[in-house]
């Protein structure tokens, strides 16, 4: 109970302070050392014990990272494991509205989606374009939101697998199993001490596809990733 304690008074103010920092910050440089610096600190506090396979990764290739989604603490994980990378999180309109951490993501220059506008949807999967052209990764979870079912992945968007074909980057599959267990959805109050599992698939080569074959490639991540995940689940 006092590690719990612990962790959620560590957990507000270093959010807080972190997101400050990428709010009053002008370079890459400072966004970047600030969210895995966060992700760090949550982690070595969370009591976890992580079994991390990035081997089939590359550190100067960008990608762009597809990532099974189950919980908030996905977050801090993904700053701090995918440090290597200069990657900016794909993620819907609304979440850009929350106070001061939604600020900070707007600041720090990740990729808003509108969901609810078509045309301007459209735009911001050009923007992502640009932004992996750049350099910069775009992550998506193809899920679309939090997972409440840990026994099997929900059916993958499409948006993601455009924006893939659209900028002719390497689709890098991440899954992760552990993370419903410390903090799932709906839930408030951690569960401390979890093994939480992460590990990288073959990426997968976009170039032998068009915007045509989006379904196509979809159905062959899904697949892919399914049957990893399963067997994830079963170590």
């Given at each position: 109970m006092l590690r719990l304690i612990y962790f959620y008074l560590l957990l507000f103010p270093l959010t807080i302070f972190?997101?400050?920092?990428?709010?009053?910050?002008?370079?890459?440089?400072?966004?970047?050392?600030?969210?895995?610096?966060?992700?760090?600190?949550?982690?070595?506090?969370?009591?976890?014990?992580?079994?991390?396979?990035?081997s089939e990764l590359d550190e100067n290739q960008t990608y762009v990272f597809m990532v099974n989604h189950q919980s908030f603490f996905d977050i801090p994980l993904l700053f701090h494991y995918l440090s290597p990378w200069q990657f900016k999180f794909v993620a819907k309109k609304s979440l850009f509205d929350f106070p001061i951490f939604g600020h900070a993501m707007a600041?720090?220059?990740h990729i808003s989606i509108d969901r609810e506008n078509r045309r301007q949807g459209m735009k911001d999967i050009q923007h992502a374009?640009?932004?992996?052209?750049?350099?910069?990764?775009?992550?998506?979870?193809?899920?679309?939101?939090?997972?409440?079912n840990p026994n099997k992945l929900l059916p993958f968007k499409t948006g993601g697998i455009i924006l893939a074909l659209k900028c002719k980057k390497p689709i890098a599959p991440i899954l992760m199993v552990g993370p419903e267990k410390f903090l799932y959805k709906g839930k408030l109050i951690a569960s401390l001490g979890q093994k939480i599992k992460i590990k990288a698939l073959p990426p997968i080569d976009t170039t032998q596809y068009t915007v045509k074959d989006r379904e196509k490639v979809k159905a062959l991540l899904q697949d892919a990733m399914e049957k990893a995940y399963a067997e994830m689940r079963n170590e």
């Open positions: 972190y997101s400050l920092v990428i709010i009053f910050s002008k370079t890459q440089k400072n966004f970047h050392w600030s969210e895995r610096s966060w992700g760090k600190a949550m982690l070595d506090n969370s009591g976890c014990e992580f079994d991390v396979d990035l600041a720090g220059k374009v640009e932004v992996a052209n750049s350099g910069h990764s775009p992550l998506i979870f193809p899920e679309g939101t939090r997972n409440p």
